[in-house]
């Protein structure tokens, strides 16, 4: 896929402000929804899930894609995150390890309403990649 269309980013962008209303933050206050499309089409959605050691904490990047490969998905072509207040909010470097991992091609964010498209590697280029990767 060479670009996400528009109609397709939206969607995900919606969807992810939707999954932020799920999020479980009483620590931070900081609510945050993400959804990604797999290579199938399929949508899933995940939200923050803080816990008191906060080490054991998760994006809602993270519990979004997990949700996808618990479900059978192994290719995530696009994830698309919504911060508090709709401010534009970039994925955490944990994150970004975890897209790299299940071969994330854009990252979409939104801000107010409107939806931006990104290349993934502009996020994190030269990525780690497993030895079996290399092959």
Same mark, same amino acid.
């Given at each position: 896929m060479?670009?996400?269309? !528009?109609?397709?980013?939206? /969607?995900?962008?919606? @969807?992810?402000?939707? /999954? !932020?209303?799920? +999020?479980? +933050? ?8 993400? @959804? ?25 990047? !993270?519990?979004?894609i ?13 994830? /698309? ?12 470097? +944990? ?31 030269? /990525? ?8």
């Amino acid at each position: 896929m060479r670009e996400l269309d !528009r109609g397709t980013a939206e /969607a995900l962008a919606r @969807a992810a402000r939707r /999954a !932020r209303r799920f +999020a479980y +933050a009483p620590y931070s206050r900081f609510r945050v929804g993400a @959804a990604v499309l797999d290579e199938q089409g399929r949508v899933y959605t995940g939200c923050n899930v803080e816990c008191g050691s906060y080490g054991l904490s998760n994006c809602a990047e !993270r519990v979004a894609i997990h949700k996808a490969v618990s479900e059978g998905a192994r290719r995530v072509v696009a994830v /698309a995150v919504a911060g508090p207040d709709d401010r534009e909010l970039t994925p955490c470097g +944990a994150c970004r390890q975890v897209m790299a991992e299940f071969g994330t091609q854009f990252v979409v964010l939104s801000r107010r309403g409107r939806t931006r498209v990104y290349s993934f590697p502009d996020f994190l280029p030269r /990525a780690f990649r497993s030895p079996k990767e290399h092959r």
